[in-house]
């Protein structure tokens, strides 16, 4: 039997859920309910804004592993201590929204294209926090 790639795995879950125009949306209503601390930080953000750039900066993150994490690094500036301060932590509320919006949306998404968004996301997420306390 064929065997598929992981990478290729992945970006076709990854494709199914971007191309939902209920995805980001729901990201974000799973995300903002997941802490009164994270529902405060956007309580003046203009969420359609917010919207268009995290589809851009999912797909630098989807790429962090392999091309050049420089995609994110401004990014990664503005979520540092001295300007939004989003703290270490927030993020693994974040990819947990991700991944459970992620499973609700995508029809065939199991435990192993589970363990490949992680496996994607991670380096990107390492290097926003390795970015937090840096001057
Ligand atoms: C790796 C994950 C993340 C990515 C890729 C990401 C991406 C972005 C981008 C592209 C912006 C817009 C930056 C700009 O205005 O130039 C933004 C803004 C923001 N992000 Fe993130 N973000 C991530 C994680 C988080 C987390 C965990 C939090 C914590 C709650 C957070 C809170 C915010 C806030 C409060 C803003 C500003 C919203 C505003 O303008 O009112 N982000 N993010």
Request: with cysteine.
């Amino acid at each position: 039997m064929k065997q598929e790639n992981p990478s290729t795995k992945f970006n076709a879950s990854f494709e199914r859920c971007i191309n939902d125009p209920f995805f980001l949306d729901q990201f974000y209503e799973v995300f903002l309910s997941s802490s009164e601390e994270v529902s405060l930080l956007f309580k003046d953000t203009d969420m359609g804004t917010q919207k268009a750039m995290l589809m851009t900066s999912l797909v630098y993150m989807s790429r962090a592993n392999n091309d050049e994490p420089d995609l994110l690094s401004t990014i990664a500036e503005k979520h540092n201590k001295n300007n939004l301060n989003i703290k270490p932590y927030f993020y693994s509320l974040w990819l947990d929204s991700l991944l459970t919006t992620a499973k609700a949306i995508d029809p065939v998404f199991d435990t192993k294209t589970e363990k490949l968004w992680r496996e994607t996301l991670q380096p990107g997420i390492d290097f926003m926090v390795s970015k937090y306390d840096l001057v």
